[in-house]
């Protein structure tokens, strides 16, 4: 099984969204969110664990299953203009692009810590590895 299938299966039963009819756009649009959000993924899951999605966010670096978010909850923890940005790049409405993003994050995370480590430097390397293996990024 491909990167972009082992992401996609792991967020299937929730997914609701793009991710089903177009899973690479919607794969690239959650990797261009975690790269340009300001402080990058380290900064995203600072932000996400300050809004009180620690819980989640410590599930998705951890070894067990992976808690979800909704859309909603995500738009509240990181700002509308960041979700925004995102759905006019994608040519999609701002709920849409949250709930998308939202339904992805989990299995992305997971993928950037395989070895359970959230520090900076394991986050890049993480990420740089992601990054090599999705076309279009």
């Known amino acids: ?10 967020a299937l039963g929730y997914a609701q969204t793009t991710a089903v009819r177009n899973p690479m756009a ?14 990058g993924v ?7 664990r300050g809004s009180g999605l620690r819980e989640q966010v410590d599930s998705w670096i ?6 979800r978010i909704s859309g909603d909850q995500l738009l ?4 509308r203009e960041h ?18 993003i939202a339904d992805l994050l989990p299995e992305v995370i997971d993928q950037l ?14 990420l740089e ?3 090599a293996k999705i076309p279009g990024l």
Not at 1 to 10: A, K, N, P, R, Y
Not at 27 to 38: D, G, I, L, R, W
Not at 76 to 79: D, E, H, K, L, N
Not at 83 to 100: H, L
Request: aromatic share 6%.
């Open 83 to 100: 979700i925004q940005w995102m759905a006019q790049r994608f040519g999609m409405d701002q709920q849409q692009a949250a709930t998308s």
């Open 62 to 67: 951890s070894g067990g299953a992976n808690l």
């Open 129 to 131: 590895a992601l990054k």
């Open 113 to 126: 810590t395989p070895r359970g480590e959230a520090d900076q430097e394991a986050l890049q390397s993480g």
């Open 76 to 79: 509240q923890a990181v700002g």
């Open 1 to 10: 099984m491909g990167l972009i299938d082992q992401i996609i299966s792991g």
């Open 42 to 48: 380290h900064g995203l899951l600072n932000k996400l």
């Open 26 to 39: 919607t794969v690239q649009m959650v990797m261009q969110f975690v790269q340009c959000y300001p402080g």
